[in-house]
């Protein structure tokens, strides 16, 4: 869709780009910077709807329905998959996506009339945190996650969120309380650990540290908690020593259970971290290439020698969800890892993408 379909009212916008859209419905949208963070611009509109009906062929998602706040990720990382929901609002899919943000202000409100209207009796589960993060940094100010679960759980649907985003620690109290009314489930993406290596791949993240540090804490409310292992790296965070001290740390911070992924590298993702790779680890590029031939998965050789070594650790540290609560025996201590030596730390600004050499989306 387009910056004029996001709009509760519109005139007939069609000849110009997205952003000169946005000017032209100054009345229901702004734009805002911020001082302490010169690259982001915020883009306000009023969305047309809230939930977003997950096709049924879908394989990503379990849930039917998903909510999406805000478009667009100052997290910036750099595999994310979402980066090419940003084409539509004629941007592109590198620096754009990190730095220009789209904000659904009245989506509180939209969820709340659909809720009561055509929407009854026909959302069984909500998924939110399935395409951009909903704790990136400006929810600080816009703070529409409490607004949006309250929604949910007067309805009686239950929901689940994940994210990257320590400020989710605001809302585990009113989660913790939501918990008893309708079935909640947090989890915490933490794919990368070694700090080093996330300051490359994910800079606007919190450090891994933080994120398990809410992760306990969301255990000690008695929420229902896991993470999220992905994406997996492929010749960075695969081998076996880094996988034991990921899910032993991870263990440790009270998770009950673990997902795992290797890296998606979609039509429009790949140019661009293709691009970050050759930048910052070149002497993975050619390896890369073999490993993701064609399409946008890792060859079936690679796929099963990842799920042969990673799914008895994930059984061995009792994290495949099969034992919730305190854990019964001691488990075995991680060899310390050997991380590959980060070749360069990306600055908060990466390489912007040149938008003609990006695949479309889907």
Not at 35 to 45: I, K, R, S, T
Not at 242 to 253: D, P, R, W
Request: glycine share 6%.
């Amino acid at each position: 869709m387009r910056w004029h379909a996001q709009e509760t009212a519109h005139t007939d916008l069609d000849a110009l780009s997205g952003l000169d859209r946005i000017e032209s419905l100054s009345e229901v949208t702004h734009e805002v910077r911020t001082p302490g963070f010169a690259d982001l611009v915020y883009h306000e509109v009023l969305a047309r709807s809230a939930l977003n009906r997950v096709p049924d062929a879908s394989s990503e998602f379990p849930g039917a329905y998903t909510i999406n706040p805000y478009r667009g990720c100052s997290h910036a990382c750099t595999y994310c998959f979402a980066r090419g929901s940003h084409r539509y609002l004629d941007f592109d899919t590198g620096h754009d996506f990190d730095t220009q943000i789209v904000v659904k202000t009245n989506i509180v409100e939209r969820l709340h009339q659909e809720l009561r209207t055509s929407h009854v009796g026909r959302v069984p589960f909500v998924m939110l945190g399935s395409n951009t993060d909903p704790y990136q940094r400006c929810e600080g100010r816009y703070a529409l996650m409490p607004g949006i679960y309250r929604e949910l759980a007067q309805a009686g649907i239950g929901f689940s969120v994940l994210t990257k985003g320590t400020l989710i620690r605001r809302d585990l109290p009113l989660l913790s309380e939501l918990a008893t009314q309708v079935p909640v489930s947090v989890s915490m993406s933490i794919p990368i650990v070694d700090d080093q290596l996330r300051q490359q791949f994910e800079p606007g993240t919190p450090s891994a540290q933080a994120r398990l540090r809410t992760v306990s804490r969301a255990r000690d409310l008695g929420l229902d908690v896991g993470v999220f292992l992905m994406p997996i790296l492929p010749l960075l965070t695969d081998s076996r020593s880094s996988l034991m001290h990921t899910l032993q740390t991870v263990g440790e911070a009270g998770a009950h259970r673990v997902l795992y992924q290797v890296l998606h590298l979609r039509p429009h993702v790949r140019p661009w971290f293709m691009r970050w790779l050759r930048e910052y680890h070149p002497d993975l590029v050619d390896r890369y290439t073999e490993l993701y031939p064609k399409g946008d998965r890792a060859t079936s050789d690679y796929r099963r020698h990842l799920a042969g070594l990673i799914k008895p650790l994930i059984s061995l540290y009792r994290l495949d969800g099969s034992q919730p609560g305190a854990q019964a025996a001691p488990i075995p201590r991680a060899p310390r890892p050997q991380h590959r030596r980060a070749a360069k730390t990306r600055s908060r600004s990466p390489l912007a993408t040149d938008a003609s050499a990006v695949p479309t989306l889907f």
